[in-house]
């Protein structure tokens, strides 16, 4: 008999099918989500998140990764047992090379090298910043041997973790005294400039909500640097520490608390569209002071 045509197919079959396409899931098993959204149900539930309650979704931020990782799974199955022991053979003399090395910037050497990128599959990079570098030895620690321009970019990560440690400080000391003479609970000015003040007040409410997936998003990055940094001996190499990590993340956690308090105070009394949105960008700034790609 000739299968039915592919309009006649019911919603279910037609989001199992959508799913081995893509090589996510086997309908013998790892079943699709019951809302025929395309994903596969996690782990024994229903459906692919808690947040899934149509066909159109919507999904919870992870949802996308934990089926990149079926995909991943479901792809291992079809490689031969030599190929997956060559594949683990490989992934462990690459642990052990990591480890081994003297120094945090010859580990980095080593994992560029020896790590293939499938293996990390729908692993999430770290975020990189000044401070993780100094933390896992990529970024020298001062010395007459390091060179010129080693000692230059630790004294630049030097200033900018004081700049985002007094900024905020500065600029509350600032707008303090900017007026001599502070009214709350007053909505006289707001007819002068309805304008702007709609538009700080507005920056406002995206700022503070920008903080609040900053700081979720600051300790998952923190938890899998210190991870990795246990998992390889970081901490036994040279010029690597575990305290910039852990300097770096309550840095981050100060500013982020400290910038939700001057941004209402700050642009509360801008005096023109010009000044919210230089003073909206400069905080932005601060709290974005130390963030690296990977390319520097």
């Known amino acids: 008999p000739h299968p ?13 099918v959508k799913s081995v396409a893509v090589g996510m899931t086997d309908p013998a098993v790892v079943p699709a989500c019951t809302n025929n959204c395309g994903w596969t149900a996690f782990g024994g539930y229903a459906t692919c998140c808690t947040a899934c309650c149509s066909d ?3 999904h919870t931020r992870d949802c996308k990764r934990k089926n990149s990782r079926v995909a991943y799974s479901r ?8 190929s997956i022991d060559l594949s683990e053979q490989l992934q462990a003399a690459a642990v052990q090379e990591a480890k081994n090395t003297r120094s945090g910037a010859q580990m980095m050497d ?23 570098a100094v933390g896992f030895g990529t970024m020298s620690w001062p010395s007459r041997s390091a060179g010129f321009r080693a000692n230059v970019k630790f ?8 700049v985002q440690i007094f900024g905020p400080l500065v600029m509350l000391v600032t707008i303090g005294f900017k007026r001599d003479e502070w009214t709350f609970m007053g909505l006289s000015h707001l007819g002068k400039r309805f304008g702007d003040k709609l538009l700080a007040f507005l920056l406002i409410i995206a700022f503070q909500l920008n903080v609040m997936f900053h700081l979720e ?6 938890e899998k640097a210190s991870a990795v ?5 970081v901490g036994k190499k040279n010029n690597t520490s575990h305290r910039v990590l852990d300097l770096g993340v309550a840095t981050h956690c100060y500013v ?10 700050l642009l509360g009394q801008a005096e023109s569209t010009k000044d919210v949105l230089f003073d909206a960008l400069g905080i932005l700034f601060l709290y974005n002071l130390d963030t690296i790609g990977s390319s520097d």
Do not use: N
């Open 4 to 16: 039915p045509p592919h309009h006649a197919m019911s919603a279910s079959a037609k989001t199992v």
């Open 56 to 58: 159109r979704g919507p």
């Open 75 to 82: 792809k291992a199955q079809f490689r031969s047992k030599a």
């Open 110 to 132: 080593a994992l560029q090298i020896w790590v293939d990128p499938d293996w990390l599959g729908a692993v999430d990079e770290i975020t990189g910043s000044v401070y993780r």
């Open 155 to 162: 004294m630049g990560a030097l200033l900018i973790w004081l």
């Open 217 to 222: 998003g600051e300790w998952a990055s923190w």
């Open 229 to 233: 940094f246990h998992y390889l001996d």
């Open 256 to 265: 982020y608390v400290m910038s939700c308090f001057c941004t209402p105070l």
